[in-house]
């Protein structure tokens, strides 16, 4: 027999071997990882893929919600949430970042406390579930299986993936023959393979990451503590079964090569996408329901360690009056905050000077209502709220593409407010309202609008200024609460505590002098505030 058949048949051995065994390999160090992460706090991954897609999900179902009911652009800007999502994320999949993102954004929830718990007191059921999650990983971002795209099917492409064996056999017969057949045929189904892959390339990794998410979701649900999910697995058999080979599709180590190259001798990217596709597409709703299943045990893992990291926390309680009251009540960002308590019946204006505490205060306030709603947890020790939608009008600045100055950002943040259609309680915060023009105006439009909120039956209104007299003219409708600060031995410290009131300091002026500014510039600062008082 020729050399050359001998080596074609150890080529193919070898590639068979190292497609078995390098798994098994891989998932003994991956075994190993996953059970130091729940005690180290940490993911699984610790880099940012450059491939990551996490509003995927919810850019491209949010259409089909009511656009009031999701948090907008501007308040998921204004609550910093773009951090609290990567605090959060210790998914072990690209689905289950995407699905938190669009959960944080009011599309879905978290709400299996008993999936949670199971998580948190079952060290065994954890490992398993992790490693199922971790196999499935996220080297792709996925199309989700409604937004793929049917292929019709080429018949001799298909006839092509058994070209290099009916050559092989041929190449015992007559090997001077079948050997240079074979390699024709190699040489061939490698180029071709390639050029398709190039032609539907996403679609093919979508399907392939697909055939792995089905496989997990059926091993999944067969645990005693995961949600049921109805689901007819035996529509999936062939994506079953060869959801190992295909998913390592996108691997790029050294190891993979083998693998990769006995796919594209036998053109098994091709050949079993559009032996699956035909299924996928039959039975898609089944599909979109492994997805689902799938990203929501992820994202209950998620949200089970991300808790287990918090200082406190609490499940919050829903309420049907027209209030909000919490006890030590911190900024889910903050380690070590100082906690806030307040039962909140009426619309809030707070006072206080720069750095006092109330955007923090008001962004807790806001964040926590967003999350007792999305993954049921408060940074509090008690949490007790009516649910309802959440808008800001906070961290505003100066657009250089659209040309608007401050002041307009500011107003077309605000003018949002009044445009919200919907009968469900509204809890609007507005931070340092209207800074961007002068004194006079600043106050006499703050006031307007401030009223007008207050006319709107089921608005809640928190807001926070530096006007004092701003304060004077709201008080029969808005109830005051500011933060202060102290000045001693020429330091000044801050106490973060909320307190019933107007502002009672006014250190602005203080400060120029601690911060060593000229005396000429604080004495003259002192006499023009003292007698304009």
């Not at 599709?249 to 990217?269: A, C, G, P, W, Y």
Request: aromatic share 12%.
């Amino acid at each position: 027999m020729p050399t050359i058949l001998w080596f074609v048949i150890a080529f193919i051995l070898a590639a068979s071997a190292l497609t078995i065994i390098t798994p098994i390999i891989e998932n003994k160090k991956l075994i190993h990882k996953i059970n130091t992460l729940w005690s180290s706090q940490l993911p699984l991954e610790t880099f940012i893929r450059p491939n990551h897609n996490y509003s995927y999900q919810f850019d491209t179902y949010k259409n089909k919600y009511d656009t009031h009911q999701l948090l907008d652009d501007k308040s998921w800007s204004d609550l910093n949430l773009d951090t609290v999502f990567h605090r959060m994320n210790f998914n072990f999949t690209a689905i289950g970042e995407m699905r938190l993102f669009a959960t944080l954004r009011h599309m879905f929830e978290v709400n299996n406390l008993s999936l949670i718990d199971h998580f948190k007191s079952d060290g065994k059921f954890r490992s398993q579930v992790s490693l199922h999650l971790a196999q499935i990983g996220k080297s792709i971002y996925p199309i989700f299986p409604d937004q793929i795209a049917y292929i019709k099917r080429n018949h001799f492409y298909m006839i092509c993936t058994y070209l290099p064996i009916i050559c092989l056999i041929s190449a015992f017969i007559i090997p001077s023959v079948g050997v240079v057949l074979t390699i024709i045929a190699t040489i061939y189904n490698m180029i071709l393979s390639g050029f398709l892959k190039r032609t539907f390339e996403q679609d093919l990794n979508s399907m392939f990451y697909t055939s792995n998410v089905i496989k997990k979701a059926h091993a999944l649900q067969q645990f005693e503590q995961t949600p049921t999910l109805e689901v007819n697995f035996k529509h999936f058999t062939t994506a079953r079964r060869f959801s190992g080979l295909l998913g390592r599709v996108n691997t790029s180590d050294e190891t993979s090569i083998f693998s990769m190259l006995f796919k594209l001798i036998f053109m098994l990217d091709y050949h079993l996408f559009h032996l699956i596709q035909n299924s996928f597409k039959k039975y898609e709703d089944e599909v979109m329901a492994c997805y689902d299943y799938v990203a929501n045990i992820d994202n209950h893992y998620a949200v089970a360690l991300w808790q287990e990291t918090l200082d406190e926390y609490t499940i919050p309680e829903k309420t049907k009056d027209d209030n909000i009251s919490f006890e030590n009540l911190t900024h889910p960002l903050i380690s070590h905050a100082v906690p806030n308590s307040l039962k909140i019946n009426e619309h809030i204006l707070l006072t206080g000077s720069n750095a006092s505490g109330k955007s923090t205060f008001m962004k807790a306030i806001a964040l926590n209502i967003l999350l007792s709603q999305t993954i049921h947890t408060a940074t509090a020790s008690k949490f007790i709220y009516k649910p309802g939608l959440v808008y800001t009008s906070m961290v505003n600045q100066d657009d250089i593409t659209s040309g608007d100055s401050y002041f307009m950002s500011e107003v077309k943040s605000i003018k949002r407010l009044f445009d919200i259609k919907s009968t469900d309680e509204i809890y609007v915060f507005i931070d340092e309202i209207f800074k961007g023009t002068n004194t006079t105006e600043r106050i006499a439009a703050s006031e307007s609008v401030l009223t007008y909120l207050n006319q709107l039956n089921n608005y809640r209104v928190i807001a926070a200024t530096h006007d004092i007299e701003l304060s004077n003219l709201l008080d029969h409708i808005y109830t005051n609460y500011h933060f202060n600060e102290s000045i001693s031995d020429d330091e000044i410290s801050f106490d973060f505590k909320i307190k019933p009131g107007k502002a009672d300091t006014r250190n602005a002026i203080e400060l120029l002098r601690i911060m060593n500014f000229p005396d000429k510039i604080y004495v003259r600062a002192k006499s023009t505030a003292s007698h304009s008082d």
